[in-house]
Each structure stands twice: as structure tokens, then as C-alpha cells.
């Protein structure tokens, strides 16, 4: 796993004896490092004992070299902003001396190459670090070894000065000032003296293999800042593939990956779980399997990219096209204004809790054409999808750990056929698996909210909306805003019993007194027939049964349980509220779930 390993000080890792470069890969967040860390760094060395070495931290390489004749070059997956701001640092020393080099003597003019080289290769004269791209990172890096009489190549850049690493030279070069005019020493002494400090100065290097191997020495060392994800990992292998394949440049697989991740969303839960549902879902069907990799999860997911990346690089970018495309239309369906019948039922599946089952529906869309699925064909395959995911997220059955090789196996088997043979098939499969009716109601009797809160709340907005009509259509999705830039959902599930444990006097008093009120709210509070919805939740909160069932807003309007929702009908006539009216709710409710969330196939209609 790790090739080398090493603590070195700076001198030695940019040594003129040495030909090594160090990449920062595109992947890479552009150089972010502000004031306090910029002095922080002068400070520490500042205060280093003689002679000691300030230890700076770690830096994690991978080695990309392609011609060791040439030039050693290290990828940096970690260090980049220490490494980049020791190079900001160097090249103030490196500008401050040249500007007194007549009042060096040939020693000091000596120490003044040897900076030049800690900074600098010849023939071709080309930089040793080499930033990333975001927001002009290298051009700038190359402007400024430039303008410091430095003669490597690259274009020029156009208002350098307001950017970061601009920014980062002049701060160094004032503080380098501040600090001769303090200093009892010359400025030549002086300035070498600090040279020597920064110097020695103390990294461990550790140089891996692979991206894989980075990513878990990043779970064990990362102590600062944000660790890089195994997706910023595929990435630069990506990249680093891409730079090394005909036909293909680190700049189109770049613009591809941002295209895949502008489908994604920028969520990373949704990005990881893509990668690994893309492989689940076509390692047979286009032949991207992995020896010893039956299914993608979190811990191969970094071995597994790469070794599908030593395939046919264009091909891979391509089929990736396809599948983010059919992947977005599942993540962002709950963001699409999209009214038809496909787009609804992708946005009940998105509410359903049933990530897992989105590579199925990824599959099926990809491969449509291959059974003449329509989008009515989909559309019930993804209605299907979603009542088998309520009633498995409700039952636990079968287990999460046992859905992705269900789902895999399922699309290898998928019989040749029409479109009626893939969804009798991907039904008959479910509905052998699944819990039973029995199963499903004991769980809906129980305290459901408690439970699964996710669930309940489906549940709810499915009987709802099954009572609506055309007249009486509200959007119980509908999120609205709230403070710092959230959005939260406008209807919510109201406790009739109030669950919490400051129970008011009223209900003590309705419920037979205070340890008779506790245990039924123990036993009852989360049941169905305790749980409806509400716009108004927190109006009601702990009120009496009666204020919340007729409790109006200051124009006279009902925001109570004679609101109009067909939900609320039983408790809109009710007088009371007691256990055996929840318990009778309860029982009204349970058998119209059933019968929403039935699981039958296309053969049994």
C-alpha cells in the first residue's frame, strides 16, 4: 500500500539533485488558504528552536511519472495548500534576495541558485509545483515565478494582484520586511538566516501506489479540514487516465465529469451512490466487472473505478453519459415543475425512501429500447417500486444489506421478451421477497411513527391525496421557506394525543388522570389512528382536543381538523379523544393502506 515513507525537510524534497515535480490534480479545491494560516506559518518558523526543524504536517503523492528521464512528478492528494503556500514563501525569500544579489558574496549567491532550484527545473526551465486549474491557480503561479525573473513558460494572466496567491507573495514579502527591520542582523543575514529556517522545515511524505490506497490513509490520518471522498479519487483517476489515452485529454474528460456532476446534484450521498449503482446495474451488461468485486460498496468503490479504468477509457465516458443522464431524471425529479405521469411517479419514489431501487429504474430507462418500455411501462414499474419499498422500509423485509444483489439479480435475469414479460418478471421477483399483507398490517397497527417517521408520513399524504378531487387538491408536499435559506415542508404530521411530555391538564383530565394519561400516551401517542397533517402543527401543539378541532385563523378560516382534509373526518366529528377512538381510527385507516400499497402482478389482473 504505501511504497515510501519518510520525514525529510523541505530542502531535501525539492532538491536540485532531484528532478521531482509536484502535480495538484484538477480535482483539487483551488488554493483557499487566507491570512491566519499565512501567518501562522511565519510565525512557526519564527519561533522554531535553532537548528530543530518546524514540523509542518504530511503530505500524501501518488507517483504519475511517465518519463523518469524527464522529470519524478508526485500527484499531491494531500498537502496541497501547505505545499503551495511553501512555495508562495520561498519565492518571497527568492525575490528579496535578488533584489540585493550585488551585495552577495559567492557563498550567499550560491544559497540564492539553490532557492532558484528549490523552485525551478532547467532545460526546459518549468516550475516544480504545479497548481490546479480553479480560478487561474497555475497561470497565476507561472505570472508570478515571472515577474520574480524566473523564465518558465505558460500565458499570461490578467489581473493577478486580486487573487489569493497574489495575495499570499505580497503578504510574505511584507512580512519578510517587517522582520529584517526588526532583526539586529544585516538584511543579507537576516533573509538567509530565515531561508534557513524554512529549509529545514519538517514534512512526512508518503508516497501510495494508488488513489485507493490514499483514500484509506486518508480515513486514519485526516485530522484537518475536510478528508477527499473516494468521488474526488475516481475523479482524478479519471483525469490521470485520460491524459494518458489517445484520442482523449485531460480537458473532455473534465468536461464530462462536470456535466455528470451538474445531472448529479451536489449532493455526495446521491454522487457515491450513483457510482456504485452504475456498476451494480452494467458490470455485466457492458462488461465492466471487476474480478473479486461482486457489488460496488462504499470501501472497493476506489478499486473498482480503477480497474475499470485500464479498459477503453472512451467508451466508459460515453455509457457514464448515458447513465447520469437517466440517474438525474430520478435525483432531481423532486426540483422538476415536469406534470406527467413519469415525473409523478419519480418524485412519490424519491419521498419513498427508496434510493436502493433507483438502480433498477436506472437500468430500465438506459435499456427501454431493448423491450420497447414506454413511459407508461415505467411509470408502473417505478409505482411498484414505490409501494414495495413503503412496506419494506415499514417491515424490514427483506433487509437493506440483502437489496443491492436482489436488485442485480434481478436485471440478470431479466427475461427476453415485451415489455408485459420485464415487468411480470421484476413484479412476480418483489412480491416473492416482500413482506406479507399480515406482516404489513401488524406493523401499521403498531407505533408506526416511532418507527419509521419517513414512512408514516407517505402513508398519510397517500390516503389524502387518494380522497382528493379536483376541487379539493392540496400540494401536501409543498415545502416553504425558512430562516438561513431552508426550505421546510408546510405540512407536517400533527400528534392529536401530544407526544411530548409536558402533557397539558386538559388532556390529563380527559385521560382519567395523570398515570392513566402517561401510560395511554406511552401505549397510543405514535399510532396511526393518534397521527394526522397539519399546515397549522405548531398553532395546535398541546391545545385541547376541542381547540384543535376548531381552531380558526383570524379571518374565521377552520386551520384545525375541519380543515376539509378528507383525513380529518372522523376526528372533525368527534367529541373526544380517547384510547378507544384511536385505537378505532386506527383500525379505519390500516385496511385503506393495505389496499393503497397492495403489491399484485401484471399476470394476476
Not at 435 to 464: C, H, K
Request: some cysteine; glycine content about 6%; aromatic content about 8%.
Amino acid at each position: 500500500m504505501i511504497k515510501s515513507v519518510g520525514q525529510n525537510p523541505l530542502h531535501e524534497l525539492l532538491s536540485s539533485d532531484t528532478n521531482i515535480v509536484y502535480h495538484i490534480p484538477a480535482y483539487q479545491r483551488e488554493y483557499s488558504w487566507g491570512r491566519s494560516h499565512w501567518d501562522a506559518l511565519f510565525d512557526d518558523l519564527l519561533e522554531e528552536e535553532r537548528g530543530s526543524g518546524h514540523f509542518l504536517g504530511t503530505i500524501i503523492c501518488v507517483n504519475r511519472t511517465q518519463d523518469a528521464a524527464h522529470e519524478s512528478v508526485l500527484e499531491l492528494v494531500d498537502g496541497q495548500q501547505r505545499m503551495t503556500t511553501l512555495s508562495l514563501l520561498l519565492l518571497a525569500l527568492y525575490k528579496s534576495l535578488n533584489m540585493i544579489v550585488d551585495e552577495l558574496d559567492e557563498e550567499q549567491r550560491a544559497d540564492l541558485v539553490g532557492l532558484r532550484k528549490m523552485l525551478t527545473l532547467r532545460n526546459p526551465t518549468r516550475a516544480r509545483l504545479r497548481p490546479q486549474t480553479q480560478n487561474s491557480n497555475s497561470d497565476d503561479y507561472l505570472t508570478l515565478l515571472r515577474e520574480a525573473g524566473l523564465d518558465v513558460g505558460g500565458p499570461s494572466t490578467t489581473y493577478v494582484g486580486v487573487r489569493r496567491l497574489a495575495k499570499a507573495l505580497s503578504h510574505f514579502q511584507q512580512r519578510l520586511d517587517n522582520y529584517v527591520e526588526s532583526s539586529d542582523e544585516q538584511r543579507t543575514a537576516c533573509l538567509l538566516s530565515f531561508y534557513s529556517r524554512v529549509k529545514r522545515s519538517i514534512l512526512v511524505k508518503l508516497e501510495v501506489e494508488s488513489n485507493a490506497d490514499a483514500f484509506m490513509l486518508f480515513e486514519s490520518l485526516n485530522n484537518r479540514g475536510l478528508p477527499l471522498t473516494p468521488i474526488d479519487l475516481i475523479k482524478t483517476s479519471i483525469l490521470s487516465v485520460a491524459d494518458r489515452t489517445d484520442g482523449t485529454s485531460t480537458e473532455s474528460a473534465y468536461e464530462s465529469w462536470s456535466r455528470w456532476l451538474d445531472v448529479l446534484g451536489d449532493d455526495y450521498t446521491d454522487q457515491e451512490r450513483f457510482f456504485r449503482q452504475f456498476y451494480n446495474g452494467f458490470k455485466n451488461e457492458w462488461n465492466l466487472g471487476v474480478k473479486g468485486v461482486s457489488v460496488a460498496t462504499r470501501s472497493n468503490l476506489i478499486r473498482t473505478y480503477e480497474e475499470i479504468l485500464k479498459s477503453d477509457l472512451p467508451t466508459f465516458l460515453d455509457r457514464m453519459d448515458t447513465a447520469t443522464s437517466a440517474y438525474g431524471k430520478i435525483v432531481n425529479s423532486t426540483a422538476s415543475d415536469d406534470s406527467s405521469h413519469l415525473s409523478d411517479a419519480l418524485r412519490d419514489l424519491a419521498r419513498a425512501q427508496a434510493a436502493p431501487s433507483y438502480m433498477l429504474v436506472m437500468y430500465y430507462l438506459v435499456e427501454r429500447a431493448r423491450w420497447g418500455l414506454t413511459d407508461s411501462d415505467i411509470t408502473d414499474l417505478v409505482r411498484f417500486f414505490t409501494k414495495f419499498s413503503i412496506r419494506r422500509n415499514l417491515t424490514n423485509t427483506p433487509p437493506t444489506y440483502d437489496l443491492d444483489r436482489l436488485f442485480i439479480d434481478i436485471i440478470e435475469t431479466t427475461p427476453s421478451g415485451d415489455a408485459g414479460a420485464v415487468k411480470a418478471h421484476v413484479f412476480d421477483r418483489l412480491i416473492s421477497v416482500s413482506a406479507s399483507d399480515d406482516e404489513f398490517t401488524s406493523q401499521l397497527r403498531g407505533p408506526i411513527y416511532e418507527e419509521n417517521s419517513a414512512v408514516t408520513r407517505f402513508v398519510l399524504i397517500a390516503l389524502a391525496r387518494s380522497r382528493m378531487t379536483r376541487e379539493t387538491v392540496k400540494d401536501l408536499w409543498e415545502r416553504v421557506p425558512q430562516g438561513g435559506g431552508k426550505r421546510v415542508y408546510l405540512w407536517t404530521i400533527e400528534h392529536v394525543l401530544p407526544q411530548g411530555s409536558a402533557l397539558p391538564s386538559t388532556w390529563i383530565a380527559d385521560l382519567g388522570g395523570v398515570e392513566n394519561a402517561r401510560e395511554i400516551q406511552e401505549r397510543s401517542a405514535h399510532k396511526l389512528g393518534n397521527l394526522t397533517l397539519s399546515g397549522y402543527n405548531s398553532t395546535l401543539s398541546n391545545k385541547s382536543f376541542a381547540d384543535k378541532r376548531d381552531r380558526t385563523d383570524n379571518q374565521g378560516r377552520p386551520v384545525g381538523y375541519k380543515n376539509g382534509i378528507s383525513l380529518n373526518e372522523t376526528l372533525a366529528r368527534s367529541d373526544a379523544w380517547t384510547e378507544a377512538d384511536i385505537d378505532a381510527r386506527t383500525e379505519e385507516l390500516v385496511p385503506q393502506i393495505l389496499e393503497l400499497f397492495t403489491l399484485d402482478s401484471p399476470a394476476a389482473r
